[in-house]
Structures are given as structure tokens and as C-alpha cells.
Antibody
């Protein structure tokens, strides 16, 4: 059974960079797309972007200028960096596996709350 | 981007009821439509993919239909554990987008 676990600081100061890592266990990270999705409290889901195990990326155009994703296949991990954060970036951040053809998310991490505050 | 609009935004129903949630895309997305269930404090759970395919392990009372721009999620007989928020998601575009959610509450 594939499991995903997000990790990283729960508190980030405004204008700084949010950094999260997702560790995949129970299966290989190879040959899949992996995504980050976020959800502000009481609101809906927003796709941030995805990365393939080759390192190829696609980002949400509304966040593209601030987002960087990377992958470390040796550690079965992929990561998210979001720069110049503001309070509007406060949300629960999820990592998820993308099913190649259908484009749905079949495995999700439990989510991690990141608060942007000084 | 492709806008996804769900209706209703909230719904009250009773155990045993048949419930239908609608999702409309701002342009044709063929059958690239997925449905998720989310309970408070939990990650979304995939229910239906490719508009009508039931994800493994999901009860058969859940079903999906539609293509193009109009889609529905139907729960044939509501169970207590089905009260949650439901989201549709289009995966036609690389920039995938979600509906705003439908909160299903107990009447």
C-alpha cells in the first residue's frame, strides 16, 4: 500500500520561502507524476503543480513565478518550494500521486498545515 | 483555465435517500472528470475517475455519469458515513481544477 507523508515547517514568515517534502513509502516513486495541492481553511482545493520522476514539471499559472518542485528518486521523495509567501498562502498542503492517463489523484498524504505569520 | 461549477453547494438529506450532485465544466472535458469525498480533517478520497469508473474499494452505491461539460455523482442510498464534502476535478487540462465542493449534511 502506497503511503505519502508531508513534512516541513508549520510556520513560515511573510516574504520567506515555504519548503515541504513528501516521502513516498510502500512503492517506488519512479514512473509517476506527483502533485502538490493545497486547501485554505474552510475552502476548496487548489492544484499547485506536478513533477515527473524525470524532473519534468508543470505548475499552476497563477503560482508559477513562485513555485519550484524537485524530486529525489534515491530517497523516494519530492519537494515543494513556494517563495515570497503571504498570509494568503496559509493552507493545508497535500501531496498526491497522479494516475497517468486519467489524471486523477489516487493516493494522498494526510496533509500538513502551513501558517504564514510573523 | 477550465472552471468547474458544482451544484448544489450544500445539501441536506436523510439516511437511505438517493442523492445527485452535479458538476459543470466551462468547456468540454470529454470524460476527464473525477470525484472525491472529503471528511473534516482528512485528505480527499478518490471515488470515481474518468467520469464513471468506480475506484477500487469504493462501495457500489456511488456512481458517476456524464461527458463533455455535464457530469453527475449519484449516491443510491445514503449511509451515515457518506455525510461529507464532495469535489469534482477535471483532468482534461494539465492545469487541473476542482469544483468548489458540495457539503452533504444530515437532515
Amino acid at each position: 500500500q502506497v503511503q505519502l507523508q508531508e513534512s516541513g515547517p508549520g510556520l513560515v514568515k511573510p516574504s520567506e520561502t515555504l519548503s515541504l517534502t513528501c516521502t513516498v513509502s510502500g512503492g517506488s516513486i519512479s514512473s509517476y507524476y506527483w502533485s502538490w495541492i493545497r486547501q485554505p481553511a474552510g475552502k476548496g482545493l487548489e492544484w499547485i503543480g506536478r513533477i515527473y520522476t524525470s524532473g519534468s514539471t508543470n505548475y499552476n499559472p497563477s503560482l508559477k513565478s513562485r513555485v519550484t518542485m524537485s524530486v529525489d528518486t534515491s530517497k523516494n521523495q519530492f519537494s515543494l518550494k513556494l517563495s515570497s509567501v503571504t498570509a494568503a498562502d496559509t493552507a493545508v498542503y497535500y501531496c498526491a500521486r497522479v494516475v497517468a492517463v486519467a489524471g486523477n489523484f489516487d493516493y494522498w498524504g494526510q496533509g500538513t498545515l502551513v501558517t504564514v505569520s510573523s | 483555465d477550465i472552471q468547474m461549477t458544482q451544484s448544489p453547494s450544500s445539501l441536506s438529506a436523510s439516511v437511505g435517500d438517493r442523492v445527485t450532485i452535479t458538476c459543470r465544466a466551462s468547456q468540454s472535458i470529454s470524460s476527464y472528470l473525477n470525484w472525491y469525498q472529503q471528511k473534516p480533517g482528512k485528505a480527499p478520497k478518490l471515488l470515481i475517475y474518468a467520469a464513471s469508473s468506480l475506484q477500487s474499494g469504493v462501495p457500489s452505491r456511488f456512481s458517476g455519469s456524464g461527458s463533455g461539460t455535464d457530469f453527475t455523482l449519484t449516491i443510491s442510498s445514503l449511509q451515515p458515513e457518506d455525510f461529507a464534502t464532495y469535489y469534482c476535478q477535471q483532468s482534461y487540462s494539465t492545469w487541473c481544477t476542482f469544483g468548489q465542493g458540495t457539503k452533504l449534511e444530515i437532515k
